[in-house]
């Protein structure tokens, strides 16, 4: 699916940036203690790419992958988002990913389960200043709890780089069904349970 929001070709054009900020918020509704990014070189360098947008061209914060050119992200909330539209920020190099995949509500993935039907799949052409952004359908990523992101390709390096991932939409907290406490008489209580004959037995007989 071919990517959208361009602006006017100028990397230095900014008259959206406060408003596109508000859009790409999603980051602060990740649970960032229990995200995962799988082959990453640095432990926890994964995490350091959902950042405010205005830091979005920071390069001292990225992630680069180990063994191969693949990265995987597990990504949980907390609470449920409608996910629109995703920006990917990689190097001018053939370290850009290529590709994306995108599984909704897929807990706990590991490069065993990439090989299942992606719920949504992008090529992904190189972007140094997050110009680009992939709509997402919206019908099937309107109650996601839990989003996994496969880059499982790039431009041609050994590894792969992403300084930026932008996910925009909108969130709703969580529903709780709440908890019904019972209590349960495990053994009778005699006073509760007075028998009429006892009080009859004290009565004065007229």
């Known amino acids: 699916m071919a990517p959208h929001g361009k602006c006017c070709g100028d990397a230095s054009h900014e008259h959206e940036a406060p408003e596109r900020g508000i859009q790409y918020s999603l980051y602060t509704k990740i649970n960032t203690n229990d995200l995962q990014c799988l082959n990453e070189s640095i432990e926890g360098s994964g995490k350091t790419v959902f950042k405010p947008w205005e830091d979005r061209l920071n390069r001292e914060a990225f992630v680069q992958s180990d063994a191969d050119e693949e990265l995987l992200f597990n990504i949980p909330f907390i ?24 599984f909704k509500n ?14 949504q ?47 925009k939409g909108e969130f709703s907290e969580a529903h709780r069904q709440g908890v019904v406490v019972c209590n349960y008489e495990l053994r009778p209580n005699i006073s509760d349970h007075k028998n009429p004959l006892d009080e009859d037995v004290n009565s004065p007989i007229a």
């Open 79 to 102: 609470g449920n988002i409608k996910l629109k539209g995703i920006i990917v920020i990689g190097d001018s190099s053939d370290s850009h990913p290529s590709k994306m995949r995108l």
């Open 106 to 119: 897929k807990e706990g993935m590991t490069f065993d389960d990439v090989s299942l039907s992606a719920d």
């Open 121 to 167: 799949e992008f090529e992904l052409q190189k972007d140094t200043e997050g110009m680009l952004e992939y709509a997402t359908k919206i019908v099937t990523f309107h109650n996601v709890n839990h989003l996994s992101i496969h880059f499982p390709s790039n431009f041609g390096d050994d590894h792969t780089t992403i300084y930026y991932i932008g996910l």
